[in-house]
């Protein structure tokens, strides 16, 4: 059996001021039988977005924080060794590349998540700690509430939308001619031109 938990860091002070509402900026990592951890971040391109902290319990150089808490979310029945092996498949997989991370919609928090599952079972991750996610459910929110009226808005930008002639005249979209000649006389007699009989109302 192997312990797995999940540790919280603060990435930013204001975490301190909004703590009762349990809404902040969190990385989350996990913590296979407190010998291994594991996180999932941006790097670089074309590699994979899974590492793992220079000292157990802390965060990686590369980010700023403060420890928050742990949380332990249960034991799997696979040795460290086989839950390592799982890890390595998930650095192997496209899904985790460094290229698709994203602050809202894929990131630390869906790799802990997801990996939790994986170790102990999708219905075994009560304790896992979702308030973390709390800030990125908002940010999605506010997201896509601010581009749905910025599309809106640039329907009425000249050059982002079709003008109402342009869009009658797709009407006769699929016609060689929207007119349909009957018949040309020779030089200096009448061109008899009708309408096309889209418009007619028969």
């Not at 965060?59 to 040795?79: A, D, K, Y």
């Not at 709390?134 to 003008?163: A, C, K, T, W």
């Amino acid at each position: 059996m192997t312990k797995i938990k999940v540790n919280v860091f603060n990435l930013t002070p204001l975490n301190k001021v909004f703590a009762c509402f349990k809404v902040g900026v969190y990385h989350t990592s996990i913590v296979i039988g407190e010998e291994y951890e594991y996180y999932y971040g941006f790097c670089q391109r074309g590699i994979t977005g899974i590492d793992g902290p220079e000292v157990i319990n802390q965060l990686p150089s590369v980010m700023q924080g403060s420890f928050n808490s742990s949380h332990e979310i249960g034991e799997t029945s696979l040795s460290v060794e086989e839950c390592r092996e799982i890890c390595h498949q998930l650095k192997a997989s496209d899904k985790w590349l460094s290229d698709y991370y994203h602050v809202l919609y894929h990131n630390c928090n869906s790799f802990t998540l997801e990996f939790c599952k994986i170790l102990v079972g999708e219905n075994n991750v009560q304790n896992y700690p979702y308030w973390v996610t709390r800030s990125e459910s908002i940010g999605r929110f506010v997201f896509n509430i601010s581009l749905s009226h910025f599309l809106g808005f640039v329907r009425y930008v000249p050059g982002f939308s079709f003008p109402k002639e342009v869009c009658n005249f797709n009407k006769y979209q699929g016609d060689s001619d929207p007119y349909d000649i009957d018949e040309v006389g020779s030089e200096g007699s009448d061109a008899v031109v009708t309408e096309p009989s889209h418009g007619k109302n028969q």
